[in-house]
């Protein structure tokens, strides 16, 4: 790794093994729900592949859950993107590196060999700088040169999270949290179908989690 520091270097090969040990210390102690909108299964109801838009803030909500089935996920060429890589793929997650401003292209061709492989890709829509909750065109892309007629929507929703003060406030659900992971839509390809089906998700996620168990 050339491009990075002797201590980024380091830290790309201690903070990986405890970054992925800490989610599955956290994640055991979650309780993960799952809703549905009417006539919208969830990914691992469908054969064959699929592209899934979500916003950057839920990826820690969410992760352990889907963990162990291979879902591509596009990360950034950073620093942060490496640690992110080894860390995602110890939960078994399959990697694409790039961004819509770093190796755009060669993260398309790689989802679309993911794709074609049979597997999941999931998008954070709104990655990786944001602005946040605004959907960018990577997955709409996809969509276009593979031939896929549809883009699912989900989101994940602790009823009680860490905010950070970062550009997407990313959440960090507390320990024995309730995780609402909420599926809104398989809509058409376009970024706007794509923006009203996430934001249709938060919402979905939101009532559950204010309603009384």
């Known amino acids: 790794m050339p491009h990075f520091s002797r201590k980024q270097r380091l830290l790309i090969a201690i903070l990986p ?14 309780r993960y729900r799952v809703i549905n909108a009417e006539d919208t299964p ?16 839920s990826f820690l909500a969410c992760a352990y859950h889907f963990r162990k089935m291979g879902i591509a996920i596009l ?11 080894r860390t995602v793929r110890r939960l078994g997650f399959h ?3 790039g961004s ?5 292209a060669a993260a398309l061709v790689g989802l679309q060999e ?14 990786p700088k944001g602005p946040a909750r605004i959907a960018k065109y990577g997955a709409v892309r996809l ?3 593979t031939g896929a007629r549809w883009i699912g929507a989900f989101h994940a929703q602790p009823d009680r999270a860490w905010i950070l003060r970062s550009w997407d406030h990313f959440m960090i659900p507390k320990p024995f949290a309730t995780v609402t992971i909420a599926w809104s839509a398989h809509v058409a390809p376009d970024l706007a179908s794509m923006q009203q089906a996430v934001e249709q998700a938060v ?10 168990d």
């Open 17 to 30: 093994p405890l970054l992925a040990l800490l989610i599955r210390v956290l994640s055991v102690t979650l």
């Open 42 to 57: 969830s990914a691992h109801e469908i054969p064959g592949p699929g592209i899934y838009a979500f916003w950057h803030c």
């Open 75 to 85: 990360i950034s060429q950073s620093f942060d993107g490496e640690v992110l890589t």
């Open 95 to 97: 990697p694409v590196r």
């Open 100 to 104: 819509s401003t770093r190796g755009g």
């Open 114 to 127: 993911a794709y074609a492989e049979g597997r999941i890709c999931a998008f954070a829509a709104d990655g």
């Open 143 to 145: 969509a276009e040169l």
């Open 203 to 212: 919402k979905m996620a939101t009532v559950v989690n204010q309603a009384p």
